[in-house]
């Protein structure tokens, strides 16, 4: 089945934690992101790769990181979250950028 | 930076009833144009798109958008509501000029269906 597996789907931390959320997709897809949905805001776009070992800042990248060394993955990472990092996050694939893209069920991160 | 304006975070209409979820975008040039409607504690998944030709789009579920240059709209509509279209409808662009390869979505449109 094609899928975009995120994990965890929940997720509580603490301040100044570093964590890391996996994305991995089974398509073959080209293109990945990563989006936060906050209330009021919808979502925004933090990062995205065209390809292996391509990637680039989307509108909110501050405090992320993320890699893409193998097509299938996209992980994202809060070196040292807080609290304004609480937030839902999605992570998209799509074949090229603009075809439809597949979304993984989300990942609800509470910073504390 | 692209605009994508969603008129309306709550739109409520009666079953049976047209439904018309509005959005414009801000660029010159025309760039993709999606939908994409996410259900309770789901992803997103895509109602319909347009990218070139004709500028009336079918999507699925009985949705259809028209793409209007003159107005940078790309307004959602559907005939006839259905209890199951209660979601959250969000309008999305990408390829504007000076946009580099981002994607931006609208800030969202709550669908209530009253029986």
């Known amino acids: 089945e094609a899928q975009v597996t995120q994990n965890p789907r929940y997720l509580i931390t603490v301040t100044g934690k570093k964590l890391t959320v996996t994305c991995s997709q089974n398509?073959?897809?080209?293109?990945m992101s990563w989006y936060r949905q906050d209330p009021g805001l919808g979502l925004r776009q933090i990062y995205y790769?065209?390809?292996?070992?391509?990637?680039d800042k989307g509108d909110v990248p501050e405090g992320y990181k993320v890699s893409r060394k193998e097509k299938r993955n996209f992980p994202l990472i809060l070196e040292s979250p807080s609290p304004n990092q609480t937030s839902l996050y999605f992570c998209a694939s799509s074949l090229f950028q603009n075809t439809e893209a597949f979304f993984g069920q989300g990942t609800r991160l509470t910073v504390v | 930076a692209q605009s994508v304006t969603q008129l309306g975070s709550h739109v409520s209409v009666s079953e049976g009833a047209l439904v018309l979820l509005r959005c414009n975008y801000s660029?010159?040039?025309?760039?993709?144009l999606f939908w994409y409607v996410q259900y309770p504690n789901q992803g997103l998944q895509l109602l319909l798109k347009y990218t070139t030709g004709a500028t009336l789009v079918k999507g699925i579920n009985g949705f259809e958008a028209e793409f209007k240059k003159s107005e940078t709209s790309f307004h959602l509509t559907k005939p006839s509501a259905h209890m199951s279209d209660a979601a959250e409808y969000f309008c999305?662009?990408?390829?504007?000029?000076?946009?580099?390869?981002?994607?931006?979505f609208g800030t969202g449109t709550s669908l209530t269906v009253i029986p």
């Open positions: 398509m073959n897809h080209e293109y």
């Open positions: 790769s065209m390809n292996v070992e391509v990637t």
């Open positions: 660029s010159s040039v025309p760039p993709y």
């Open positions: 999305a662009v990408s390829g504007a000029p000076n946009t580099g390869n981002q994607f931006y």
